[in-house]
């Protein structure tokens, strides 16, 4: 995987997590809670950079029209 392509599977990734998470935090396993709401802050830290990263020049054009 080229480096190029790599923020456009990231989103994906971080989606998953967040998805998974919910599973691990049902589970009847001690400390499955912890581990499933760090899976998701860490998912949505992936989703949350990759979709900034692939809007930025969008968001740079917002930002100029805004000031």
């Keep these: ?13 971080g989606e998953t997590l967040m998805n998974a998470s919910v599973l691990v935090a049902a ?5 499955a809670q912890i581990i499933g709401a760090g ?11 990759a979709t900034a990263y692939k809007y930025r020049k969008n968001s740079q054009e917002l930002l100029d029209v805004l000031n």
Aim: aromatic share 6%.
């Design 1 to 13: 995987m080229t480096v190029r392509r790599f923020p456009g599977k990231m989103p994906s990734m």
């Design 27 to 31: 589970t009847p396993i001690p400390g």
């Design 39 to 49: 899976m998701a802050a860490v998912g949505g830290i992936m989703w949350l950079g």
